[in-house]
């Protein structure tokens, strides 16, 4: 079993929808990363996590640390959103177990 | 805003020869890292770097691997003998806490022919 799970693993929307991605784990963390990789493959931090709940223009990150999950959300998306969205955990001593992300394709 | 960088983006070699990937991390950081990710697959963890030493590195970094800091600035992933397996995207971070974010630089493909 993986320890990070994220679904779904594909994702389509139209233009101006609100869209969320759900990222279940089940190890102990410190913290927990949304991460954005475009096509080219770089990859971009878009929240770390320990508590409650961060926002960042139309991205909204949550996690309930007792049920061990997280959401993030993109409220009105664009074209531009499309990318793959990957939830990593970190675990002590200092590491990130990645997920296998999601990609989002937003269409105009 | 301050970059990760490294080099190159893009190196093929043949199987059995050593490569070195660079990394030049953020000046201020103290935490140095290299993930991994085969074609397809998610990113794995290889290795953590602090204060001149390895932290913690994972089952994939074996005897095969090093990293060094060689001059203060630029962090290094070493393979030895590359094999076939050892193609993937090889992504070098840093972060200037334990407890802060990271930051990512772009990459390098490496491609074992």
């Known amino acids: 079993k993986n320890e990070v799970e994220q679904s779904p693993q594909n994702l389509t929307a139209q233009e101006g929808e609100f869209i969320t991605i759900n990222c279940s784990y089940s190890v102990g963390i410190s913290a927990l990363h949304w991460l954005q990789q475009h096509p080219g493959g770089g990859i971009v931090s878009l929240f770390m996590?320990?508590?409650g709940k961060k926002k960042h223009g139309r991205l909204i990150a949550t996690i309930n640390i007792q049920e061990k999950h997280s959401s993030l959300h993109i409220t009105a998306s664009h074209p531009r959103d499309s990318a793959v969205y990957i939830c990593?955990?970190?675990?002590?001593?200092?590491?990130?177990?990645f997920g296998t992300g999601t990609r989002l394709q937003v269409f105009p | 805003e301050p970059e990760v960088t490294q080099t190159p983006s893009h190196q093929v070699t043949q199987m059995g020869q050593e490569v070195i990937l660079r990394c030049v991390p953020i000046s201020n950081h103290l935490y140095f890292y290299w993930y991994r990710q085969i074609l397809g697959q998610k990113v794995e963890f290889l290795v953590s770097?602090?204060?001149?030493?390895?932290?913690?590195k994972s089952e994939i970094f074996d005897d095969q691997f090093s990293v060094e800091r060689p001059d203060g600035s630029n962090f290094t992933l070493k393979i030895r003998s590359t094999k076939l397996e050892d193609s993937a995207m090889y992504f070098c971070?840093?972060?200037?806490?334990?407890?802060?974010?990271?930051?990512f630089g772009s990459g390098t493909r490496l491609t074992v022919v």
């Open positions: 971070a840093s972060s200037d806490t334990a407890n802060y974010g990271y930051t």
């Open positions: 996590l320990s508590s």
């Open positions: 770097f602090y204060n001149n030493e390895i932290s913690e």
């Open positions: 990593a955990v970190k675990v002590p001593p200092d590491k990130l177990i």
